[in-house]
């Protein structure tokens, strides 16, 4: 073999080798980056819920249209992100919980940011969900469901703790007591890390 066909057999096996890697990456990117405590938390995107006018408030005054938000919008905060649906009956038991933790320490400077996944067109359902749970923490809404794939969920209820830092302190599967006494601590811990 002369010694331009050793150059092209290695130029080929090089470029056979890239083309793997790069097909890896981008079919298989979940599987070889898998979402993990300590590891950054990747953006999404999901709407905030159009704002409904009032029975006094002219339809033209009162409503605010939809505004995509993502984790950069929080960024240096400390993060509750919940990914929830309002079929999903667990969520439904861990919601007031998350509300007494609004209460009790969104005005510390705990966000938190429950993201739907309903099917489209589920905007009324899901604030009629939020009015009768008495819900004043911030929900969106992400109907095709990217928010699933971004962060690896396996179901719902599905929560991350985001750090001021921006990394995942925490991921619960499942439902929980937000409001416990163990779940404040290891929040009020955060709060107290100075902003970056």
């Known amino acids: 073999m002369t010694n331009r066909n050793q150059w092209l057999v290695i130029g080929g096996v090089v470029a056979l080798l890239g083309s793997g890697l790069w097909f890896a990456a981008t079919q298989l ?4 980056f898998p979402i993990r405590i300590g590891g950054e938390a990747p953006d999404f995107s999901a709407m905030t819920l159009p704002a409904v006018p009032s029975p006094t408030v002219p339809p033209s005054a009162g409503a605010a249209a939809a505004v995509a938000k993502g984790i950069d919008d ?7 992100l919940n990914i929830w649906a309002t079929w999903c009956k667990p969520c439904r038991v861990e919601m007031p919980s998350m509300e007494r933790l609004e209460k009790r320490l969104g005005p510390k400077g705990l966000r938190i940011v429950a993201v739907s996944i309903d099917d489209p067109g589920m905007e009324p ?6 009015d009768e749970l008495g819900l004043t923490f911030e929900l969106l809404y992400d109907a095709p469901g990217r ?33 416990s006494d163990a779940n404040v601590a290891f929040l ?3 709060l107290a890390e100075p902003r970056p």
């Open 125 to 130: 359902r899901i604030q009629a969900f939020a």
């Open 29 to 32: 990117g979940d599987e070889l």
């Open 74 to 80: 929080y960024a240096g905060e400390v993060v509750l």
């Open 147 to 179: 928010i699933r794939e971004i962060y690896q969920t396996t179901g719902v209820p599905e929560t991350f703790i985001v750090g001021r830092d921006g990394l995942i302190r925490r991921r619960i599967i499942g439902a929980e007591d937000w409001s």
């Open 188 to 190: 009020e811990r955060l």
